[in-house]
């Protein structure tokens, strides 16, 4: 067979993949099912309604249970316990097949791209049918079928691509709010981090194809999207025809039907005066910054090869609330990276301190190996670690009390997202600035943007009033 492009050959394998399926059924007396289980970032959220988009469209029914006839961890490696998470699962995986021997079961994702861990799920998880990684999700039909085909466990794993495979089928979780994809891979190698190795080199998506993707959604319905990369502030620079992030965002911004925007994740060292105006005079782009800290030493700061030290942070954050100053500031901060000493550390919480995140996402540093900090001296002992993790955690979250506290007793548009589960009769809600309220309404009101009075700030969230 050939084919003219990479789209229409995973079509074919859809198709084949199609028939064996029907056939199955057939043989069932009824449907098959399919569950994807995602661990880690947005990223991989994303990712995985892909995959499921492919699996819905060979016949597959989408379920949440493990009990099924095909199902698919799509992995996370960012740190250590998100594979521990995995390979716990794994274990609990293995005794559901044994009761269903012809269940398929693949792994897929970042930790997929490294090859120790294939090798380990090799020896010790041989009941794993199909492993592939992030590179090559888009090939989850063709290796199905050659699984299905052959019998024999199918591995295909790349170590990179320059290829972005549009125009997919996809599922989405949500209708009326959606992830978009502007740029894959990473080219920022933080000496801690591994995702430019297991996600490769950075490429963006032709603003044409991204508008159109929007297009479309905002005709399916969508009213809110997330912009997806790993740094987006440096969007469009490997292109062609070269645009800024900013520049994208203001072409975003005029279709029409679309009503918020959202986007992560910034770079500080790339967090451009265009953007800050962009966002300023914009009434679709949303009130939120993720702006990743991780430490507040510019030594640290130095040896994490971040290129900015403390002075710049402050100075954007300073920036960025003056020129909208209802926007929710938000960040990443690591504990225990190899040397830190308690100066270091104090650093951090003085800028934590300074620019008063609206929340923060803590974590304590997890050797990756491969990473540069993994050989790096003066790893630091676990119990230093886990008292800077409790002090930070402490402040970060009186910080954050103090800032949902200003906003009560305002009436806020607040985007309808789900049926609140532990309330009765109640539903839940997103700010402009991505605070979360709570309540009282219906299912039709999921998916509509409505005015709602903050009666009560509680720490992190709010308890609100529908205003009618
Ligand atoms: N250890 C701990 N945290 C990490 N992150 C990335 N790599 C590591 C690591 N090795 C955190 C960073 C990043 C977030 C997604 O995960 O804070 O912003
Ligand atoms: Fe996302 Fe990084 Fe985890 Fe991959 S390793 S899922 S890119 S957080």
């Not at 599922?171 to 994809?181: C, D, E, L």
């Not at 609206?358 to 003066?378: C, E, L, N, V, W």
């Not at 309808?416 to 700010?431: D, F, T």
Request: hydrophobic share 35%.
């Amino acid at each position: 067979m050939s084919f003219n492009n990479e789209t229409e050959k995973q079509k074919f394998y859809i198709k084949k993949c199609k028939e064996l399926v029907a056939a199955k059924e057939q043989l069932y007396g009824r449907k098959l099912t399919a569950c994807v289980v995602t661990f880690g970032c947005q990223m991989n959220f994303k990712d995985s309604e892909k995959l499921m988009g492919i699996l819905t469209e060979i016949g597959y029914e989408e379920s949440e249970d493990e009990h099924s006839d095909l199902v698919l961890y799509n992995t996370c490696t960012v740190r250590e316990n998100a594979n521990l998470k995995i390979y716990g699962r794994l274990g609990y995986l293995s005794k559901i097949k044994e009761k269903n021997p012809e269940m398929i079961v693949g792994l897929c994702g970042c930790m997929m791209q490294e090859p120790h861990v294939v090798e380990k799920i090799n020896k010790s998880y041989r009941f794993v049918d199909i492993i592939f990684g992030t590179h090559n999700i888009f090939l989850l039909a063709q290796l199905l079928y050659n699984r299905l085909m052959s019998g024999h466990k199918i591995e295909e794993i790349w170590e990179g691509t320059t290829e972005i495979v549009e125009d997919l089928p996809t599922v989405r979780k949500y209708n009326f709010k959606s992830g978009v994809n502007i740029m894959y891979g990473c080219n920022n190698f933080c000496s801690y981090c591994i995702v430019p190795y297991v996600r490769g080199r950075e490429r963006s998506r032709k603003p044409e194809d991204i508008l159109n993707e929007i297009r479309e959604l905002v005709k399916n319905g969508v009213v809110e999207i997330m912009l997806l990369g790993q740094n987006v502030n440096s969007y469009g620079k490997t292109l062609d025809n070269p645009i800024t992030f900013a520049g994208l965002l203001e072409e975003i911004e005029k279709i029409e039907g679309l009503e918020r925007i959202r986007f992560m994740t910034s770079h500080p060292k790339d967090l451009s005066d265009e953007l800050i105006e962009v966002m300023a005079k914009s009434d679709k782009i949303c009130r939120q910054m993720h702006l990743p800290l991780q430490s507040g030493s510019s030594r640290l700061l130095k040896i994490m090869n971040r290129h900015y030290d403390k002075e710049h942070f402050l100075e954007l954050a300073d920036k960025l609330r003056k020129a909208i100053p209802d926007i929710g500031l938000t960040t990443d901060i690591i504990v225990g990276f190899p040397g830190e000493t308690e100066e270091d550390f104090q650093e951090t919480l003085d800028v934590v301190r300074k620019a008063e995140f609206d929340s923060a996402f803590t974590f304590i540093y997890s050797k990756r190996s491969g990473t540069p900090a993994a050989k790096m001296p003066d790893q630091v002992p676990e119990d230093v670690v886990k008292d800077r993790f409790d002090r930070l955690l402490n402040l970060v979250n009186e910080i954050s009390r103090k800032k949902t506290k200003l906003l009560e007793n305002t009436v806020q548009q607040v985007l309808v997202e789900e049926i609140n589960k532990k309330i009765p009769g109640y539903v839940s809600g997103r700010l402009s600035n991505n605070s979360v309220v709570h309540f009282k309404g219906a299912q039709e009101l999921i998916g509509s943007i409505v005015p709602v009075n903050l009666k009560e700030a509680k720490g992190f969230y709010y308890i609100g009033e529908l205003v009618k």
